[in-house]
Protein backbone atom coordinates (compact mmCIF):
# COMPACT_ATOMS: atom_id res chain seq x y z
CA UNK A 1 0.00 0.00 0.00
CA UNK A 2 1.32 3.33 -0.52
CA UNK A 3 0.76 6.99 1.11
CA UNK A 4 0.77 10.22 -0.08
CA UNK A 5 1.77 13.14 1.93
CA UNK A 6 0.56 17.10 1.35
CA UNK A 7 3.12 19.38 1.11
CA UNK A 8 2.46 21.71 3.84
CA UNK A 9 1.19 24.62 2.91
CA UNK A 10 4.04 27.69 4.08
CA UNK A 11 2.93 29.40 7.30
CA UNK A 12 2.13 33.07 7.50
CA UNK A 13 5.84 34.44 8.18
CA UNK A 14 8.81 34.57 6.45
CA UNK A 15 12.11 32.89 7.76
CA UNK A 16 13.46 36.25 8.31
CA UNK A 17 10.64 36.72 11.16
CA UNK A 18 10.09 33.76 12.94
CA UNK A 19 11.92 33.68 16.32
CA UNK A 20 14.85 32.29 16.20
CA UNK A 21 16.12 34.24 12.59
CA UNK A 22 14.71 37.50 14.65
CA UNK A 23 16.66 36.99 17.77
CA UNK A 24 20.54 37.98 17.97
CA UNK A 25 21.69 35.20 19.98
CA UNK A 26 24.71 33.22 19.16
CA UNK A 27 23.20 29.70 18.39
CA UNK A 28 20.65 31.37 15.82
CA UNK A 29 23.77 33.00 13.81
CA UNK A 30 24.93 29.47 13.29
CA UNK A 31 21.40 28.24 12.34
CA UNK A 32 20.40 31.56 10.58
CA UNK A 33 18.50 31.25 7.22
CA UNK A 34 20.41 34.40 6.20
CA UNK A 35 23.56 33.09 4.75
CA UNK A 36 25.11 36.52 5.10
CA UNK A 37 24.43 35.73 9.51
CA UNK A 38 26.50 33.18 9.36
CA UNK A 39 29.48 34.25 7.63
CA UNK A 40 32.50 34.05 9.68
CA UNK A 41 30.59 30.77 11.30
CA UNK A 42 31.23 28.35 7.78
CA UNK A 43 34.22 30.22 6.30
CA UNK A 44 37.55 28.52 6.08
CA UNK A 45 38.97 31.31 8.26
CA UNK A 46 37.47 31.39 12.07
CA UNK A 47 36.44 34.73 13.57
CA UNK A 48 38.80 37.02 14.91
CA UNK A 49 40.47 35.71 18.10
CA UNK A 50 39.61 38.64 20.96
CA UNK A 51 41.24 36.82 23.65
CA UNK A 52 44.35 38.28 25.17
CA UNK A 53 47.01 36.32 26.20
CA UNK A 54 45.88 35.79 29.88
CA UNK A 55 42.98 33.99 29.33
CA UNK A 56 44.62 31.79 26.75
CA UNK A 57 46.71 30.75 29.85
CA UNK A 58 43.95 30.28 32.44
CA UNK A 59 42.20 27.96 29.12
CA UNK A 60 45.69 26.13 29.61
CA UNK A 61 45.25 25.80 33.06
CA UNK A 62 41.61 25.06 33.28
CA UNK A 63 41.96 21.73 30.61
CA UNK A 64 44.90 20.85 32.53
CA UNK A 65 42.57 19.43 36.21
CA UNK A 66 40.95 17.28 33.56
CA UNK A 67 41.85 13.83 32.32
CA UNK A 68 39.91 14.52 29.54
CA UNK A 69 39.75 18.01 27.72
CA UNK A 70 36.36 18.20 26.75
CA UNK A 71 35.28 18.05 30.55
CA UNK A 72 36.60 21.34 31.35
CA UNK A 73 34.08 22.90 29.10
CA UNK A 74 32.00 24.29 31.10
CA UNK A 75 34.46 26.07 33.38
CA UNK A 76 35.95 27.08 29.81
CA UNK A 77 32.22 29.11 28.84
CA UNK A 78 32.50 30.45 32.44
CA UNK A 79 36.06 32.12 31.73
CA UNK A 80 34.97 33.26 27.96
CA UNK A 81 32.23 34.87 30.10
CA UNK A 82 35.07 36.86 32.84
CA UNK A 83 36.07 38.50 29.55
CA UNK A 84 33.13 39.28 27.62
CA UNK A 85 30.03 39.13 29.98
CA UNK A 86 28.23 36.47 27.70
CA UNK A 87 29.13 33.44 25.73
CA UNK A 88 30.02 35.44 22.31
CA UNK A 89 30.51 33.75 18.55
CA UNK A 90 34.40 34.18 19.06
CA UNK A 91 33.85 32.93 22.55
CA UNK A 92 32.52 29.30 21.46
CA UNK A 93 35.21 29.45 18.32
CA UNK A 94 37.80 30.34 21.49
CA UNK A 95 36.59 26.94 23.80
CA UNK A 96 35.72 24.57 20.51
CA UNK A 97 39.85 25.70 19.57
CA UNK A 98 40.95 24.69 23.21
CA UNK A 99 39.33 21.69 23.28
CA UNK A 100 39.15 20.08 20.11
CA UNK A 101 35.40 20.04 19.38
CA UNK A 102 33.28 21.53 16.89
CA UNK A 103 31.71 25.28 17.35
CA UNK A 104 28.00 23.32 16.84
CA UNK A 105 29.01 20.58 19.88
CA UNK A 106 30.25 23.84 22.19
CA UNK A 107 26.75 25.70 21.03
CA UNK A 108 24.92 22.64 21.91
CA UNK A 109 25.92 23.06 25.52
CA UNK A 110 26.35 27.05 25.57
CA UNK A 111 22.81 27.32 24.66
CA UNK A 112 21.67 24.58 26.72
CA UNK A 113 22.25 25.83 29.94
CA UNK A 114 20.94 29.28 31.33
CA UNK A 115 23.94 30.62 32.95
CA UNK A 116 25.64 31.05 29.73
CA UNK A 117 24.23 33.92 28.52
CA UNK A 118 23.42 35.08 24.93
CA UNK A 119 23.63 38.89 24.62
CA UNK A 120 26.15 41.01 27.07
CA UNK A 121 25.26 41.38 30.66
CA UNK A 122 25.17 44.29 32.60
CA UNK A 123 28.02 44.51 35.21
CA UNK A 124 25.29 42.99 37.88
CA UNK A 125 22.99 40.01 36.99
CA UNK A 126 19.63 40.04 38.80
CA UNK A 127 17.92 36.94 38.96
CA UNK A 128 14.58 37.04 40.39
CA UNK A 129 12.74 33.97 41.80
CA UNK A 130 9.45 32.75 40.20
CA UNK A 131 9.25 29.06 40.74
CA UNK A 132 6.21 27.87 42.57
CA UNK A 133 7.02 29.11 46.33
CA UNK A 134 8.84 32.34 45.69
CA UNK A 135 5.97 33.30 43.48
CA UNK A 136 3.16 32.47 46.23
CA UNK A 137 5.01 34.48 48.35
CA UNK A 138 5.82 37.44 46.60
CA UNK A 139 8.13 36.89 43.63
CA UNK A 140 6.01 37.41 40.71
CA UNK A 141 4.92 40.77 42.23
CA UNK A 142 8.47 41.14 42.41
CA UNK A 143 9.95 40.63 39.32
CA UNK A 144 7.27 42.81 38.00
CA UNK A 145 8.21 45.60 39.81
CA UNK A 146 11.38 45.34 38.88
CA UNK A 147 10.91 45.12 35.07
CA UNK A 148 8.89 48.16 35.41
CA UNK A 149 11.30 49.88 37.90
CA UNK A 150 14.43 48.91 35.66
CA UNK A 151 12.76 49.75 32.41
CA UNK A 152 9.25 52.10 32.38
CA UNK A 153 5.25 51.20 32.52
CA UNK A 154 5.47 51.48 28.92
CA UNK A 155 8.42 49.42 27.80
CA UNK A 156 8.76 47.21 31.00
CA UNK A 157 12.49 45.43 30.54
CA UNK A 158 11.86 41.73 29.49
CA UNK A 159 13.81 38.41 30.34
CA UNK A 160 17.62 39.03 30.10
CA UNK A 161 17.57 42.50 28.90
CA UNK A 162 19.57 45.25 30.48
CA UNK A 163 18.96 48.76 31.92
CA UNK A 164 22.15 50.95 31.07
CA UNK A 165 24.58 49.90 28.54
CA UNK A 166 26.18 46.06 29.14
CA UNK A 167 29.41 45.65 31.00
CA UNK A 168 29.35 49.94 31.82
CA UNK A 169 28.81 50.64 35.73
CA UNK A 170 25.89 50.32 37.16
CA UNK A 171 23.93 48.53 34.27
CA UNK A 172 21.75 45.84 35.29
CA UNK A 173 20.59 42.49 33.63
CA UNK A 174 17.37 41.24 34.74
CA UNK A 175 16.03 37.89 34.57
CA UNK A 176 13.16 35.86 36.09
CA UNK A 177 14.67 32.25 38.09
CA UNK A 178 13.31 29.14 38.41
CA UNK A 179 13.97 27.86 41.80
CA UNK A 180 16.97 29.17 43.20
CA UNK A 181 17.46 26.11 46.22
CA UNK A 182 16.50 28.81 49.22
CA UNK A 183 12.69 28.05 49.16
CA UNK A 184 12.37 28.84 53.16
CA UNK A 185 13.93 31.41 52.36
CA UNK A 186 11.19 32.89 49.89
CA UNK A 187 10.82 35.03 47.80
CA UNK A 188 14.75 35.02 46.98
CA UNK A 189 17.01 37.14 44.78
CA UNK A 190 19.91 36.06 43.25
CA UNK A 191 22.91 39.18 42.26
CA UNK A 192 25.26 37.49 40.54
CA UNK A 193 24.36 34.40 42.31
CA UNK A 194 24.69 35.61 46.15
CA UNK A 195 21.69 35.42 48.05
CA UNK A 196 19.75 38.30 49.51
CA UNK A 197 16.66 36.42 51.07
CA UNK A 198 12.92 37.32 52.15
CA UNK A 199 12.31 39.99 49.75
CA UNK A 200 9.77 42.09 49.32
CA UNK A 201 9.48 44.75 45.84
CA UNK A 202 10.12 47.87 48.31
CA UNK A 203 13.60 45.96 49.15
CA UNK A 204 14.25 44.79 45.39
CA UNK A 205 13.91 48.12 44.06
CA UNK A 206 16.71 49.53 46.97
CA UNK A 207 18.67 46.76 46.08
CA UNK A 208 18.86 47.69 42.24
CA UNK A 209 19.30 51.57 43.06
CA UNK A 210 21.89 50.67 45.28
CA UNK A 211 23.71 48.93 42.35
CA UNK A 212 23.27 51.31 39.69
CA UNK A 213 24.49 54.11 42.29
CA UNK A 214 27.64 51.93 42.42
CA UNK A 215 26.91 50.43 45.93
CA UNK A 216 27.44 46.86 46.84
CA UNK A 217 24.85 45.55 49.43
CA UNK A 218 25.50 42.95 51.67
CA UNK A 219 24.25 39.47 50.45
CA UNK A 220 21.83 37.82 53.17
CA UNK A 221 24.34 35.18 53.60
CA UNK A 222 27.68 34.39 51.17
CA UNK A 223 30.22 35.69 49.90
CA UNK A 224 30.37 39.55 49.06
CA UNK A 225 29.26 40.82 45.88
CA UNK A 226 31.54 41.48 43.00
CA UNK A 227 30.70 42.00 39.37
CA UNK A 228 29.02 39.72 37.16
CA UNK A 229 32.81 39.21 35.08
CA UNK A 230 34.17 38.52 38.79
CA UNK A 231 31.51 35.78 39.74
CA UNK A 232 32.43 34.61 36.36
CA UNK A 233 35.67 34.60 37.00
CA UNK A 234 35.17 32.38 40.07
CA UNK A 235 32.80 29.94 38.30
CA UNK A 236 35.88 29.18 36.25
CA UNK A 237 37.55 28.27 39.16
CA UNK A 238 39.96 31.48 39.70
CA UNK A 239 40.67 33.06 43.16
CA UNK A 240 43.26 34.99 44.89
CA UNK A 241 46.27 33.24 45.95
CA UNK A 242 46.63 35.51 48.88
CA UNK A 243 45.10 33.58 51.94
CA UNK A 244 43.53 36.60 53.38
CA UNK A 245 42.34 38.21 50.15
CA UNK A 246 40.63 34.44 49.03
CA UNK A 247 38.86 34.65 52.34
CA UNK A 248 37.62 37.96 51.88
CA UNK A 249 36.59 36.94 48.82
CA UNK A 250 34.52 34.03 49.25
CA UNK A 251 33.63 33.50 53.16
CA UNK A 252 30.48 34.50 54.35
CA UNK A 253 27.91 32.83 56.58
CA UNK A 254 26.65 30.13 54.46
CA UNK A 255 23.35 29.19 56.77
CA UNK A 256 19.74 30.81 58.15
CA UNK A 257 17.81 30.07 60.97
CA UNK A 258 14.88 29.07 58.82
CA UNK A 259 17.05 26.07 57.04
CA UNK A 260 18.11 25.02 60.77
CA UNK A 261 14.71 25.25 62.55
CA UNK A 262 13.67 21.46 61.32
CA UNK A 263 16.76 19.80 62.45
CA UNK A 264 16.73 22.66 65.64
CA UNK A 265 13.38 21.34 66.30
CA UNK A 266 14.03 17.66 66.02
CA UNK A 267 17.34 18.14 68.22
CA UNK A 268 14.87 19.51 70.85
CA UNK A 269 12.53 16.90 70.90
CA UNK A 270 15.10 14.26 70.91
CA UNK A 271 13.96 12.67 66.93
CA UNK A 272 16.07 11.05 65.18
CA UNK A 273 15.62 9.37 61.62
CA UNK A 274 15.25 5.93 60.88
CA UNK A 275 18.63 3.88 60.30
CA UNK A 276 19.03 3.21 57.08
CA UNK A 277 19.41 -0.19 55.71
CA UNK A 278 22.40 -1.90 53.97
CA UNK A 279 20.27 -2.97 50.98
CA UNK A 280 22.98 -4.42 48.47
CA UNK A 281 22.90 -2.92 44.91
CA UNK A 282 20.97 -5.11 42.57
CA UNK A 283 23.70 -6.10 39.60
CA UNK A 284 23.97 -4.44 36.60
CA UNK A 285 23.10 -6.23 33.36
CA UNK A 286 26.69 -6.81 31.59
CA UNK A 287 26.73 -4.85 27.92
S1 LIG B 1 10.90 28.51 44.69
FE1 LIG B 1 12.23 30.21 44.90
S2 LIG B 1 13.97 29.37 45.85
FE2 LIG B 1 12.70 27.65 45.54
Keep these: MTYSTAVPEPGPHGAKTTHMAA????????????????????????????????THTRAKEIIARYPVARSALLPMLHLVQSVQGYVSQEGISFCARHLDLSDAEVSAVATFYTMYKRRPCGEHLVSVCTNTLCAAMGGEAIYKKLQTHLGSEDAPLGQEETAGTPNEPGSITLEHAECLAACDLAPVIQVN????????????????DALQAGKKPAPTRGAPLTNFKGAELQLAGFFPEDELTYRGDVDGPSQAVETLRGAQIAADRGWTAPATQDVPLPELEKK
Excluded: H, M, R, S
Excluded at 23 to 52: H, K, R, S, W, Y
Excluded at 199 to 206: D, F, S, W, Y
Design 23 to 54: GPDTDVVGIAPDPAAAEGILADNPPVDPFEED
Design 193 to 208: YEYFDNQTPEKAVALV
